[in-house]
């Protein structure tokens, strides 16, 4: 997969994250955040009209990727939601646009997990963590518009089709 091509200005802070990457894991989720709060102030650096919005579910636009950290755009239709999950890798998000519905779950076997906090993500939300786990959450686009998200995650995506590692089932009750 090609990456988008960026202006200079969201290459050259993705350029730098790929560096911190090398960093101490503390250095690497700061600058991780910073990174992408100055992406989220300034909504006018992605061309939106470059990014897969599908007309249902989840669009995938991989902006940047290195060995160390792959940058993707989401885009979610109304109605899209991942299925309850947890990361191999570092996962860092931030909202760009519309609203999310993020779940977090606390797991109850290798298979299930049951819901513990739920939160509505607003522009400008940024949240950062390490595979220490469990972090297992869902996000879905419950609103009515478009939602565009920006991920860092660290992996290759050349060497890996996802961040995800485990996916569960909610448990009833």
């Known amino acids: 997969m090609t990456p988008l091509t960026q202006p200079a200005d969201v290459e050259a802070m993705i350029a730098d994250l790929a ?103 607003v522009p400008g939300y940024v949240a950062c963590m390490m595979p220490t786990g469990p972090n297992l959450h869902r996000i879905a686009n419950a609103g009515p518009d478009t939602a565009i998200s920006i991920h860092v995650y660290g992996y290759d995506h050349r060497e890996q089709a996802s961040s995800i590692h485990r996916t569960y089932e909610v448990a009833p009750g």
């Open 19 to 121: 560096l911190s990457a090398e960093s101490s894991a503390d250095a690497y989720l700061a600058s991780a955040r910073a990174t992408l709060l100055k992406i989220l102030a300034r909504p006018d650096l992605l061309d939106r009209t470059r990014l897969v919005a599908p007309p249902e579910g989840l669009g995938r636009n991989l902006l940047f990727g290195t060995r160390a950290i792959s940058v993707w755009a989401m885009v979610w239709s109304p109605g899209a939601v991942t299925p309850v999950h947890d990361h191999h890798c570092s996962c860092c998000f931030g909202l760009l646009s519309g609203s999310l519905r993020e779940t977090w779950y606390r797991p109850i076997s290798d298979t299930h997990a049951v819901a513990t906090l739920d939160a509505v993500r």
